[in-house]
């Protein structure tokens, strides 16, 4: 199971960092990505972290901005987002997937984050 939290209301420019804890399973061995859906638009990848190696992917319109971290006695990851801008205004989610697939089998509850221009 995936807890996210951490959203709410920024100034543009502000910053915003979103937790994820992972519970009720040993995600040792996965790959944990944040997503984010914004009014109108598709859900789009945001960041992912290797929670073994610890090992980061970024998003072209993130990259410099935001950071992806995980915590591995807290079962948690975080994304600390800096610089916002109005277009990152979305429903964020986290999500686990095993390192030997593609796809995100676990989602958690999304955590809003609006950002105001």
């Known amino acids: 199971q995936l807890q996210a939290s951490g959203g709410g209301l920024v100034p543009a420019g502000g910053s915003l960092r979103l937790s994820c804890v992972a519970s009720?399973?040993?995600?040792?061995?996965?790959?944990m990505g944040w997503f984010r859906k914004a009014p109108g638009k598709e859900r789009e990848f945001v960041a992912q972290?290797?929670?073994?190696?610890?090992?980061?992917y970024y998003a072209d319109s993130v990259k410099g901005r935001f950071t992806i971290s995980r915590d591995n006695a807290r079962n948690t990851a975080y994304l600390q987002m800096n610089s916002l801008k109005p277009e990152d205004t979305a429903v964020y989610y986290c999500?686990?997937?095993?390192?030997?697939?593609?796809?995100?089998?676990?989602w958690g509850h999304g955590t809003l984050v609006t950002v105001s221009s």
């Open positions: 009720g399973s040993t995600f040792s061995r996965y790959v």
């Open positions: 972290i290797t929670w073994t190696s610890g090992t980061t």
């Open positions: 999500a686990a997937r095993s390192t030997t697939v593609a796809e995100y089998a676990y």
